[in-house]
């Protein structure tokens, strides 16, 4: 499975300004290249080099593995016989193709990109969920340079190892929740009070610095926001962690619910707990959850998520009223009780059974 990450570079105005300039003359020399290809109807990149290579560095000063970049970008635009019928023109700020001669990185911190007046080491901005994917593994060209609405980006194509998934006949049903973050369907829990905490804490704190409303107040308000994200997300991290290992011992596949996970609608979900629940931080679990288990061959399965804590796993009733406290799950029918999460998980872990049968077994 291949993945494209979008990575903002942070340029300051003399970087800002050297990717412009090479990512014009790169463009320009594209086009001396199509026009050379299309006239003498030349499209086979060996050819192409023969004929355009030494004028194209001359002329444009580009480096060896730029003009390499240039002729291949134009002989990819021709390559289906049905493209060779017009001259190609490429724009000012079209995509540069960078290799790994032509940018190397940082870790997830800096880009060194190789510019027609030398190399700058450019600041990137890693999205959180994808920091996490590009964790661990080295990050290497090649990548595509473009520039979008007066930003300049890179786009990283990652690969994911696609392992053989788990013949999974069981699921590690996980219901994602408030109280406890995430509860799975062998009973264990993953608390989610110290989150809770410091989100209250914040929020307090949040509406007096609000009140201030003074530069420094602001900065101070900034400032704990960050930390309060980046929290959540170190205990989503450590949380998804242990479920994939989890699962992976055990042999058996994920469940989690469909998107509604969050059972957001429901009457016993109180207000109060809805505001203090974070949708990014679920949404980002999920994510986290979902990559970690494609990365170690485990298999995902998502279930409907209607009534997975309404309905008794031990006899089948489905009632509103079998759950009489957000926490709590006891059936009407047959007295069965449990926590109200670890039911959701049983179910959604047993939805995803039935919905998967092995083929051929
Ligand atoms: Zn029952």
Known sequence: MNLTVKIKLLTDEEQYNRLFATMRIFNHACNY??????STKTFAKFEVHKACYYNVRETYGLSSQMAVRAIGKVCESYKEKAKRVSLHT???????VLDD????????EAASVLTLDGRIEVPM??????????MGRRVRGQADLILDDGVFYLLLVIELPDKPIFDAEKFLGVDLGIVNIAADS?????SGAKVTTTRKRNTKLRAKLQSKGTKSAKRLLKERSKRERRFAADVNHCISKRI????KALGAGIALEDLGGIRRNEKTVAKAQRQQLSSWSFHQLRLFIEYKAQLSGVRVAIVDARNTSRQCPKCGYTDEANRPTRDDFECMECGYADPAD????VNISRRAAVNQPNVGA
Not at 101 to 108: E, N
Not at 186 to 190: D, H, L, N, P, S
Not at 244 to 247: T, Y
């Open 186 to 190: 062998t009973g264990e829990t993953f």
């Open 342 to 345: 670890y039911v959701a998980a």
């Open 33 to 38: 290249i199509s026009e050379v290809a299309y």
């Open 244 to 247: 994939v290992e989890k699962a």
């Open 101 to 108: 001669r032509l940018v190397s990185f940082k870790g997830l």
């Open 125 to 134: 901005m890693v999205a959180e969920y994808h920091r996490g994917m590009l």
């Open 90 to 96: 490429f724009k000012d700020t079209g995509a540069m």
